[in-house]
């Protein structure tokens, strides 16, 4: 890690609420940013990218797969026969149509 990322994670402190009680707290988040200048600029995300209560896109789960997959040594057509797969499994007969591709 370089040091302006070191500076950086050493001036983030963990705020925590009372209020924020349900099943959801945990993946919810406020963040602030204090300029040098004494502005501040705040945001809340009350879900990150990704949630499903937000819906997931195909093309964020294609691109998370495309990326993932070749750490498991899958590539070329099988990545791509494979993908097609996913996203049509509710027509698939047999999984082991997939689990065949993921070989």
């Known amino acids: 890690m370089d040091a302006a990322a070191i500076d950086m994670q050493n001036r983030v402190r ?9 099943l959801q707290a945990g993946h919810r988040a406020i963040v602030t940013i204090r300029t040098r200048d004494g502005r501040n600029h705040s945001s809340t995300v009350y879900a990150p ?6 819906g ?10 495309r990326a993932l997959a070749p750490f ?7 990545l791509d026969a494979s993908m097609k797969v ?17 070989r």
Do not use: C, H, M, P
């Not at 498991?72 to 099988?78: D, P, Q, T, V, Y």
């Not at 996913?86 to 993921?102: A, P």
């Open 86 to 102: 996913i996203r049509n499994f509710r027509e698939v007969k047999k999984v082991s149509e997939l689990v065949g591709l993921l």
């Open 56 to 65: 997931i896109d195909w093309a964020d789960v294609e691109a998370k797969y």
């Open 14 to 22: 963990f705020v925590g609420r009372d209020d924020w009680t349900d």
């Open 72 to 78: 498991a040594k899958l590539s070329g057509k099988n």
């Open 49 to 54: 990218k990704g949630a499903a209560i937000l």
